[in-house]
T-cell receptor, first 116, second 110 residues
Framework: KAGVTQTPRYLIKTRGQQVTLSCSPI?????VSWYQQTPGQGLQFLFE???????NKGNFPGRFSGRQFSNSRSEMNVSTLELGDSALYLC???????????????FGEGSRLTVL | QKEVEQNSGPLSVPEGAIASLNCTYS??????FFWYRQYSGKSPELIMS????GDKEDGRFTAQLNKASQYVSLLIRDSQPSDSATYLC??????????FGKGTMLLVSP
């Protein structure tokens, strides 16, 4: 069974640009969550989607957005990039149980974004 | 007060010893608790989940939950150098998603 696939793995952007990251969940997993990981802040929750609807949202500015497609694949977008957006962006998929995702997350390898 | 707190470490133990990793959480209505392991340069992977007070054992790993005191711990018996990693505690309540602690770095020396 294929794992969670994230693309691209590495990217370099300059301030003010925008970026789109993609995530393909494990087959059968309908929940997709996105996290930002930095050395100082650890894993911070961005948003969660299932059934093409945003179910939960973390405390990030509106420059961060996402969406989920009917095949459960998800994308996140960051507009007007800032230096502080440099981070590892992790996507995780999960099955759905009563109360939302099961909590048993399977992470992709991440997309490492560097903003210059 | 942070939602999920862990000592950042590093926690250093010799090979063969028991490593004890602790986590406290602030929200009493939290229902589900998880331990993830993250090797340097890799993404987190789930190693244990626990939902009820008490102990849950899986191989060399034992998760302990005490809801009254709002803490979760992970014991690793017979620690191996391959256990050297950052261990992330995560908490879930209701329909919300996981909230992670910042992790404890464990170093197991041969």
């Amino acid at each position: 069974k294929a794992g969670v696939t994230q693309t691209p793995r590495y990217l370099i952007k300059t301030r003010g640009q925008q970026v789109t990251l993609s995530c393909s969940p494990i087959s059968g997993h309908r929940s997709v969550s996105w996290y930002q990981q930095t050395p100082g802040q650890g894993l911070q929750f961005l948003f969660e989607y299932f059934s093409e609807t945003q179910r939960n949202k973390g405390n990030f500015p509106g420059r961060f957005s996402g969406r989920q497609f009917s095949n459960s694949r998800s994308e996140m977008n960051v507009s007007t990039l800032e230096l502080g957006d440099s981070a590892l962006y992790l996507c995780a998929s999960s099955v759905i149980r009563t109360g939302g995702n099961s909590g048993e997350l399977f992470f992709g390898e991440g997309s490492r974004l560097t903003v210059l | 007060q942070k939602e999920v707190e862990q000592n950042s470490g590093p926690l250093s133990v010799p090979e063969g010893a028991i490593a004890s990793l602790n986590c406290t959480y602030s929200d009493r209505v939290s229902q589900s608790f998880f331990w993830y392991r993250q090797y340097s340069g890799k993404s987190p992977e789930l190693i244990m989940s626990i939902y009820s007070n008490g102990d849950k054992e899986d191989g060399r790993f034992t998760a302990q939950l005490n809801k009254a005191s709002q803490y979760v711990s992970l014991l690793i018996r017979d620690s191996q150098p391959s256990d050297s990693a950052t261990y992330l505690c995560a908490v879930k309540k209701g329909y919300s998603t996981l909230t992670f602690g910042k992790g404890t770095m464990l170093l197991v020396s041969p």
